[in-house]
């Protein structure tokens, strides 16, 4: 992989971002993440400090589709931006991320944030994201949130073992 860091804008960037955070979108109102992977250079690194770290394409694509299509991601509706930055040296962007749930049915809002840095390869791709979060605050979460929607008839059979499998933490 040739390194390009540093060639890029900002402006780049950040529209290349702006792109692919606007085909994340539709993945999560789609249901739909098989194409997720596309937004990443051939070789890229994915580090997710829960699940471990993907190289390429294809191990990029089959963990985000099994990730997303399954509780709790798949029950996810958006993933708005609470900021971002531009590190124009290393190519990268770095940006808060709050991962949203439904309303479980009392109104109530249910969300944890990661901290992600994508590192910009050129041509609308990127080589390299990393997300930084807690992985237990996110499992409280959503504990939380599977409770109260099972109170209001809102659970699915998935959700509820998820409950029964991390319930106690």
């Not at 290349?16 to 999560?28: D, G």
């Amino acid at each position: 992989m040739t390194d390009r860091t540093g060639t890029f804008s900002a402006e780049e960037i950040t529209e290349a971002y702006a792109a692919m955070h606007a085909r994340v979108q539709e993945h999560a109102r789609s249901g739909d993440w098989d194409d997720f992977a596309l937004s990443f250079t051939e070789d890229a690194e994915y580090v997710e400090h829960a699940f471990g770290t993907f190289r390429g394409r294809a191990e990029i694509q089959a963990w985000s589709v099994k990730t997303m299509t399954t509780f709790p991601g798949g029950v996810m509706t958006s993933f708005p931006l609470a900021w971002q930055v531009v590190d124009v040296p290393t190519s990268r962007l770095i940006c808060e991320v709050r991962n949203l749930m439904p309303d479980p049915g009392d109104g109530s809002l249910h969300e944890a944030s990661n901290l992600t840095i994508m590192t910009y390869a050129g041509d609308g791709l990127f080589s390299r994201e990393e997300d930084i979060y807690n992985p237990l605050r996110f499992m409280k979460m959503s504990v939380k949130w599977a409770k109260v929607a099972e109170a209001h008839g809102n659970l699915t059979d998935e959700g509820k073992a998820y409950v029964a499998q991390f319930g106690g933490l």
